[in-house]
């Protein structure tokens, strides 16, 4: 009892019977989840498995979800938009009622969420997972429209088409230049594993073109295994130039397609460039972001140490040593999932498990993986233990990593939104 | 609960040898850190096709296939590395729920 007045206390800063007027009227208790990518689905369809009594809602503003998993692989062409476009209608027939407007508005005190379509949700408990938005600017010369000529394929969906299709047009002997961003953002490995999907394009179709990134890191997720794999796979056709080599981009100039580094200005025939990012709109709006436009959560529970009864998960929230990664959002919203149901209950959220696993593909049938399991420390989400594949391993642990990766995309898009 | 048991005897073992009056350390239950397993490994509804299926998977088996992998007796492209964040009893509760699904 003394646990859960404490809790209750503490978590809602409020009377209990204000806080949750569904619970007070003996209503079933209402979660609102903002978000149906891969924190949010996951996080709706396991609040209703633990709680059949629930009323979940979800929030989605478009009608298909167009998953950033595999879609490098439309772009190098081993794969198709088809594979990566999924529908709310699986996790809909388990009882979660999904809506498909954009949320706009948050008020914590009074505990609704506004669609813009007029609509105003009540909730015991929100959930928002609203993945990124990009920080239009924050780069010279990149906003909306320099994203129509130079594409940043960073959500997919028309801009993986874009992206592919500029490829497609470009001649044998251009250049494809990547410009990767700074820490933190989306999918560490992702601009690297997409050079080597671009290069398994072009090394069949463009021989004679090549590959430059552009990269203001001086380290990056997966790298020694990058490096193995472009020499391996791609000899020559990828150059990588990092922070020490003057490759932190300052300025893009979509009209004369060219970037400008410290390293000097480059012409491209294909220019992607992966923006700053910041937390999806709606955690700005709901006061749940900091300064720099990440969410601060207890990582025991993913609710917000600013705004008391929302939750944030996925690439939205800042959890310590997980990368933003869909098996990380997939894995916090679990977590988030079950502390919500103990907080409905009055009882104390159980100790959650964290876990991520990456998988990169850079060629058919060659693959390689990051993974790690985390725990909840009062300094925030710590690895427990974890590591990349080895380096030099023969040709047929590879391929086995590749087919884990296809595995792994069943698995999550099942527990997801299946 | 069988496996929840496990947990907490692991727990309490752990505590009496270093002699603390401490409170336990907090442990996630094996049901959570079993339901990041399903994300590769599936319920047979995902449909994997490479990865191996957990449910109904011997307990022994697991257990020797898991300390095998911590302890660097077993090769592994990934396992490895993911075992080493248990202890003996972690996987004890992990086999006994995964042998019971
Ligand atoms: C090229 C690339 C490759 C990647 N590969 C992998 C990989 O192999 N493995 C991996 O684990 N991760 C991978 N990722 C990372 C992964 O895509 C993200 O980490 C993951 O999508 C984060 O989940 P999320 O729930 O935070 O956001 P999302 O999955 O983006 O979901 C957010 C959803 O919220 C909706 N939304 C936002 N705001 C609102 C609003 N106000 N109202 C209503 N709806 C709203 C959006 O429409 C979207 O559907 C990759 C990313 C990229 C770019």
């Given at each position: 009892m003394t646990t859960r007045r404490t809790f209750l206390g503490a978590s809602l800063g409020l009377g209990a019977t204000l806080a949750l007027p569904n619970l007070a009227r003996g209503a079933s208790p209402k979660v609102v989840v903002v978000g149906g990518g891969f924190g949010g689905g996951t996080a709706a369809r396991y609040v209703k498995m633990l709680m059949p009594a629930a009323e979940v809602t979800l929030v989605e503003r478009d009608k298909q979800f167009v998953t950033c998993p595999f879609s490098n692989y439309v772009i190098g062409g081993i794969e198709k938009m088809q594979t990566i476009t999924h529908g709310y209608d699986k996790i809909a027939k388990r009882g979660v009622k999904v809506v498909h407007d954009e949320a706009v508005g948050v008020d914590p005190a009074a505990r609704k969420v506004t669609l813009k379509g007029g609509r105003v949700l009540d909730y015991d408990r929100l959930v928002l997972s609203p993945g990124i938005d990009f920080v239009w600017g924050g780069l010279e010369g990149y906003d909306e429209a320099a994203a129509e000529i130079m594409p940043h394929a960073w959500k997919a969906g028309p801009q993986t088409v874009l992206l592919r299709k500029q490829l497609e047009a470009m001649r044998d002997g251009g250049t494809v230049i990547i410009v990767a961003p700074a820490n933190p953002f989306r999918c560490p490995p992702g601009p690297y594993e997409r050079a080597g999907m671009i290069a398994w394009y072009l090394k069949k179709s463009k021989p004679k073109s090549k590959i430059l990134i552009f990269d203001p890191k001086e380290t990056f997720s997966k790298q020694a295994l990058f490096f193995e794999s472009y020499e391996n796979?791609?000899?020559?056709?990828i150059q990588w130039i990092g922070g020490k080599q003057?490759?932190?981009?300052?300025k893009v100039d979509s009209k004369k397609m060219t970037v400008e580094a410290e390293f000097g200005e480059e012409k491209g025939d294909v220019i992607n460039v992966v923006p700053p990012q910041r937390a999806g709109r709606i955690a700005q709006v709901a006061g749940v972001a900091d300064e720099k436009g990440w969410c601060p959560i207890d990582p025991k529970t993913m609710e917000s140490t600013k705004v008391k009864g929302v939750h944030v998960v996925g690439d939205a929230c800042i959890a310590g040593a997980m990368p933003k990664s869909g098996t990380s959002a997939n894995s916090q919203a679990r977590n988030a999932a079950a502390a919500i149901v103990a907080m409905l209950q009055g009882k104390e959220p159980p100790e959650p498990s964290y876990a991520n696993t990456c998988y990169s593909i850079v060629a058919e049938g060659y693959g390689f993986s990051v993974t790690a399991m985390y725990s909840a420390t009062p300094e925030g989400i710590k690895e427990i233990a974890g590591g990349v594949s080895k380096l030099k391993a023969p040709p047929k642990d590879r391929d086995l990593e590749a087919a884990y990766a296809y595995d792994w995309y069943r698995g999550i898009m099942y527990d997801a939104l299946g | 609960m069988c496996t929840q048991r496990i947990v907490l005897v692991g727990t309490v073992l752990a505590t009496a040898a270093f002699g603390l009056a401490a409170p336990a350390p907090a442990a996630p239950t094996a049901e959570t850190i079993a339901r990041n397993c399903v994300v590769c490994h599936g319920p047979k509804e995902a449909g994997q096709l490479e990865i191996p299926k957990l449910a109904d998977y011997p307990a022994r088996k697991m257990i020797e296939m898991m300390t095998g992998f911590r302890d660097g007796q077993k090769e592994a492209t990934i396992m490895n590395r993911i075992a080493k964040a248990f202890s003996d009893e972690q996987i004890a509760a992990l086999a006994a729920y995964f042998a019971n699904r």
């Amino acid at each position: 009892m003394t646990t859960r007045r404490t809790f209750l206390g503490a978590s809602l800063g409020l009377g209990a019977t204000l806080a949750l007027p569904n619970l007070a009227r003996g209503a079933s208790p209402k979660v609102v989840v903002v978000g149906g990518g891969f924190g949010g689905g996951t996080a709706a369809r396991y609040v209703k498995m633990l709680m059949p009594a629930a009323e979940v809602t979800l929030v989605e503003r478009d009608k298909q979800f167009v998953t950033c998993p595999f879609s490098n692989y439309v772009i190098g062409g081993i794969e198709k938009m088809q594979t990566i476009t999924h529908g709310y209608d699986k996790i809909a027939k388990r009882g979660v009622k999904v809506v498909h407007d954009e949320a706009v508005g948050v008020d914590p005190a009074a505990r609704k969420v506004t669609l813009k379509g007029g609509r105003v949700l009540d909730y015991d408990r929100l959930v928002l997972s609203p993945g990124i938005d990009f920080v239009w600017g924050g780069l010279e010369g990149y906003d909306e429209a320099a994203a129509e000529i130079m594409p940043h394929a960073w959500k997919a969906g028309p801009q993986t088409v874009l992206l592919r299709k500029q490829l497609e047009a470009m001649r044998d002997g251009g250049t494809v230049i990547i410009v990767a961003p700074a820490n933190p953002f989306r999918c560490p490995p992702g601009p690297y594993e997409r050079a080597g999907m671009i290069a398994w394009y072009l090394k069949k179709s463009k021989p004679k073109s090549k590959i430059l990134i552009f990269d203001p890191k001086e380290t990056f997720s997966k790298q020694a295994l990058f490096f193995e794999s472009y020499e391996n796979l791609y000899p020559g056709m990828i150059q990588w130039i990092g922070g020490k080599q003057g490759g932190k981009v300052t300025k893009v100039d979509s009209k004369k397609m060219t970037v400008e580094a410290e390293f000097g200005e480059e012409k491209g025939d294909v220019i992607n460039v992966v923006p700053p990012q910041r937390a999806g709109r709606i955690a700005q709006v709901a006061g749940v972001a900091d300064e720099k436009g990440w969410c601060p959560i207890d990582p025991k529970t993913m609710e917000s140490t600013k705004v008391k009864g929302v939750h944030v998960v996925g690439d939205a929230c800042i959890a310590g040593a997980m990368p933003k990664s869909g098996t990380s959002a997939n894995s916090q919203a679990r977590n988030a999932a079950a502390a919500i149901v103990a907080m409905l209950q009055g009882k104390e959220p159980p100790e959650p498990s964290y876990a991520n696993t990456c998988y990169s593909i850079v060629a058919e049938g060659y693959g390689f993986s990051v993974t790690a399991m985390y725990s909840a420390t009062p300094e925030g989400i710590k690895e427990i233990a974890g590591g990349v594949s080895k380096l030099k391993a023969p040709p047929k642990d590879r391929d086995l990593e590749a087919a884990y990766a296809y595995d792994w995309y069943r698995g999550i898009m099942y527990d997801a939104l299946g | 609960m069988c496996t929840q048991r496990i947990v907490l005897v692991g727990t309490v073992l752990a505590t009496a040898a270093f002699g603390l009056a401490a409170p336990a350390p907090a442990a996630p239950t094996a049901e959570t850190i079993a339901r990041n397993c399903v994300v590769c490994h599936g319920p047979k509804e995902a449909g994997q096709l490479e990865i191996p299926k957990l449910a109904d998977y011997p307990a022994r088996k697991m257990i020797e296939m898991m300390t095998g992998f911590r302890d660097g007796q077993k090769e592994a492209t990934i396992m490895n590395r993911i075992a080493k964040a248990f202890s003996d009893e972690q996987i004890a509760a992990l086999a006994a729920y995964f042998a019971n699904r």
